[in-house]
C-alpha cells in the first residue's frame, strides 16, 4: 500500500520546467476549457512531441485541441471535432473516432484506370486500421473490394497500378489512392424491377430486357437494381445498374437469337442431330448402318427406307 504525501501521484514524477508567460497562460486557458488539469494537457504535449503516443490524437478544427476521441465530418471536407465541440448534427452524421492505436482516418480516393485516362469515380473516408503504410494501403484495397468488387478490380503496384498514401499541407487528414480498372459484370447478376416497383421474374422478359440494353444502353419500363457502384444515385432509379452495356459480361445471354437442333430418335434411342430435319436423319442413318447394319433377322430394318419411316424427328430451340 502506497503512503499518501502532498502532491504525490502514484505512478508519476515531478517535473519543474520554465515556460515562456505566453505559453503558460494558453495552458492555464486550455485546461480550463477541457476540465483537464496542465499536468495531463502538458503531458500529452510531451509523448507527442516525443513519439510516445498511446493514442491517436487529432487536432479539433473547432477549438485547436489536440484530443483522442471525436468525429470526422466527411461533408464538411473531412475534418476532426473533439466530444466538447461536436453539435448533435456531427453525432448523427459523422464518423465517430475512439482514438485507438493503429487506427486512422483516410480518405480513400478511388481512380478508374484504362489505356488512355484515368478518372476519380470516389472518394469517402474511412477508420482504417494499420501500424504502417502498407498496411493502411492493404485495408483500403480490401475496402474498395469489398464494396466494389463485383464491377471493379483493383489495380495494384505491381500491375501497372498506383495504390500510394498522400498528405497534403492543409488537409486534416491523410489520404490513400486505389487504382481500379473495369471488371464486366455476369448479366446473370442484374436484377430488374417495373414501374409499379416489382421485381421482374419472368426470364423470358428478362433476357429481352437486358437485350435492349445490351443493344441501346437503356430499357423501356424497367429499372435496374442498385449495385451500390459510385455513379448511382440513390434518389435516381434511372442511374442505377452498369454504367453502360460495356461493362456487362454479355456471355450466354443470346435473348432474341435462338436456334434449333432437330434430333432424330428411334422409339427412345437418339441416333442423330443437325441443324436441319434432313441433316438429322442423315446422321441417324449413317449412326445404324455403321453401328448395327441392315439385314433380314426380326430386329433388323431391311434397308433404309424402311428405317427412315421409322424415325421421330423433333426441333429443340437452344439459345
Known amino acids: 500500500m502506497s503512503e ?6 502514484e505512478g508519476k514524477r515531478k517535473l519543474g520546467v520554465y515556460v515562456d508567460e505566453e505559453v503558460h497562460k494558453a495552458l492555464r486557458v486550455r485546461a480550463a476549457e477541457t ?14 512531441e516525443l513519439g510516445m503516443m498511446e493514442v491517436n490524437t487529432k487536432t479539433c478544427y473547432a477549438c485547436n485541441g489536440d484530443y483522442a476521441r471525436g468525429y470526422w465530418l466527411p461533408e464538411a471536407d ?3 471535432v473533439c466530444e466538447a465541440c461536436a453539435t448533435d448534427a456531427d453525432r448523427a452524421h459523422g464518423i465517430y473516432d475512439d482514438g485507438s492505436p493503429g487506427q486512422e482516418y483516410v480518405v480513400i480516393n478511388v481512380l478508374e484506370t484504362g489505356d488512355d485516362y484515368t478518372e476519380q469515380i470516389d472518394s469517402r473516408g474511412m477508420l482504417l486500421t494499420g501500424g504502417t503504410d502498407a498496411e493502411l494501403i492493404e485495408a483500403a484495397i480490401q475496402a474498395v473490394t469489398e464494396r466494389w468488387g463485383s464491377a471493379y478490380r483493383v489495380l495494384r503496384n505491381e500491375d501497372g497500378g498506383a495504390c500510394e498514401i498522400t498528405h497534403y499541407t492543409g488537409e ?17 447478376e442484374l436484377e430488374l424491377f417495373d414501374r409499379d416497383n416489382d421485381p421482374v421474374t419472368d426470364e423470358e422478359t428478362i433476357r429481352t430486357a437486358l437485350d435492349e440494353f445490351r443493344r441501346t444502353g437503356a430499357i423501356a419500363g424497367y429499372f435496374f437494381a442498385r449495385l451500390g457502384l459510385p455513379h448511382e444515385d440513390p434518389d435516381d432509379a434511372s442511374t442505377w445498374g452498369p454504367a453502360s452495356p460495356d461493362h456487362v459480361d454479355w456471355a450466354g445471354l443470346d435473348a432474341g437469337d435462338t436456334a434449333t437442333r432437330y434430333q432424330a430418335w428411334l422409339g427412345d434411342l437418339l441416333l442423330g442431330e443437325g ?10 442413318v449413317a449412326e445404324y448402318e455403321q453401328s448395327v447394319g441392315y439385314g433380314h433377322a426380326p430386329h433388323l430394318y431391311p434397308d433404309r427406307e424402311t428405317l427412315v419411316a421409322d424415325l421421330d424427328v423433333i426441333g429443340v430451340t437452344t439459345r
Open 35 to 48: 476540465g483537464e488539469s496542465m499536468g495531463e494537457i502538458t503531458e500529452r504535449a510531451l509523448r507527442k
Open 4 to 9: 499518501y504525501r502532498p502532491g504525490y501521484i
Open 172 to 188: 486534416s487528414c491523410r489520404q490513400v489512392a486505389i487504382t481500379v480498372t473495369s471488371a464486366l459484370i455476369p448479366w446473370t
Open 78 to 80: 473531412h475534418i476532426f
Open 275 to 284: 441443324d436441319t430435319e434432313e441433316s438429322a436423319v442423315e446422321a441417324a
